[in-house]
């Protein structure tokens, strides 16, 4: 076997090299020529020229003042120029961005911070949602996250955006339930979208924008869990018949009033069971506790109990801070006629 000098194995090496990135190149212009939109039309290969990508103003986003009234969202619209040639409106010489957005406030997701404090957490900040689309190729918004550029890219336009106007559009959208329970006040976030564009990809970009919203102060909200129906069985002949129920009183961060009504009460307040045929009436009193699960001992009896105080916690952390008593005096129940009683109450309880 013929062996061959050492130069001609480093032609041969080089030669193959060549060879090789010439493919490469090549293969990077077909992809170039075949990138694809969400909408499926192909972009034309962007290559040739100095290549320009220009991100003009971003509109800073506000969402007004929230009142607990659901999901809020907005948008804004602004130019993105990404071409072979600075100065063209040409739209052979237009060619596709891609966006992403970063957390200017050192977040790694987008959040709006209560008096642009970013050190707060909790009720104090306000997780949003942002999207992007390109309103001129007719692509659907992409959910960003944060610091990765978006999966599609959009075909820009020239400069200024002359030829057919502004063409990027941005959307911040909070839901009601991100919304409930934050502190009132003023909330901004400060972001920076990035973009890559012009020829091959190869120019860069970025604008400032931020995000508002004003969280008012809602009315105070109070509720009543765990408070069951009762049942007081049979009388046996002797005795007052009692029943209490414990159940979680919250009000919250103020206090609250509490009364009872019922089909029966007459016009002094008082509260009575029916029999079934309706034409017999049972007196029944009842009391209230708001400190625990002991019997009450606030009479309710045509009334509303102030000033009482609840628990800061929906649910009071799975206890009971309030009874509900009944009572049916003995000598009421010997005279009455024999049957089974029954009334609806509504118990109401309203912040202060």
């Not at 062996?3 to 212009?29: G, N, S």
């Not at 990765?148 to 002359?162: I, P, T, W």
């Not at 309030?322 to 010997?334: F, G, K």
Request: glycine share 10%; net charge negative.
């Amino acid at each position: 076997m013929k062996k061959l000098p050492l130069e001609k194995h480093a032609i041969d090496y080089f030669k193959l090299m060549r060879e090789y990135l010439d493919l490469a190149k090549a293969v990077r212009l077909l992809v170039a020529a075949l990138l694809i939109g969400s909408t499926g039309a192909a972009f034309a290969a962007c290559s040739g020229g100095k290549g320009e990508l220009k991100i003009h103003p971003v509109p800073s986003l506000s969402l007004g003042t929230w009142d607990d009234a659901g999901t809020v969202a907005t948008d804004n619209l602004f130019c993105i120029q990404s071409s072979k040639k600075k100065s063209t409106t040409n739209s052979n010489d237009f060619c596709p961005y891609e966006v992403e957005v970063r957390s200017s406030d050192g977040a790694n997701q987008f959040y709006l911070y209560l008096d642009n404090d970013n050190s707060n957490t909790g009720d104090n900040r306000i997780l949003v949602t942002l999207q992007h689309r390109d309103i001129l190729d007719g692509n659907v918004y992409e959910i960003l996250s944060e610091d990765v550029f978006e999966s599609q890219s959009h075909y820009g336009q020239g400069k200024n955006c002359n030829q057919n106007g502004d063409n990027s559009q941005l959307r911040v959208e909070i839901s009601g339930t991100e919304l409930s329970g934050k502190t009132a006040g003023t909330y901004t976030g400060n972001f920076e979208l990035r973009g890559e564009g012009g020829v091959n990809f190869k120019k860069k970009d970025d604008e400032d924008f931020s995000i508002s919203i004003n969280v008012s102060t809602s009315d105070p909200q109070v509720q009543i869990s765990g408070l069951d129906d009762f049942v007081l069985g049979d009388f046996n002949g002797s005795g007052n018949v009692t029943a209490s129920d414990s159940f979680c009183a919250y009000a919250e961060s103020t206090g609250y009033r509490i009364s009872v009504s019922g089909n029966n009460q007459d016009q002094a307040g008082n509260y009575f069971l029916s029999s079934a045929a309706g034409n017999n009436l049972l007196p029944v009193q009842l009391a209230y506790a708001a400190n625990g699960t002991g019997p009450g001992t606030i009479n309710l009896t045509g009334q509303n109990v102030t000033g009482l105080s609840g628990s800061s916690t929906i649910g009071c952390n799975d206890t009971n801070n309030a009874t509900l008593t009944l009572s049916i005096d003995e000598q009421d129940l010997r005279s009455a006629t024999s049957g089974t009683y029954t009334e609806t109450l509504i118990l109401l309880m309203e912040p202060e």
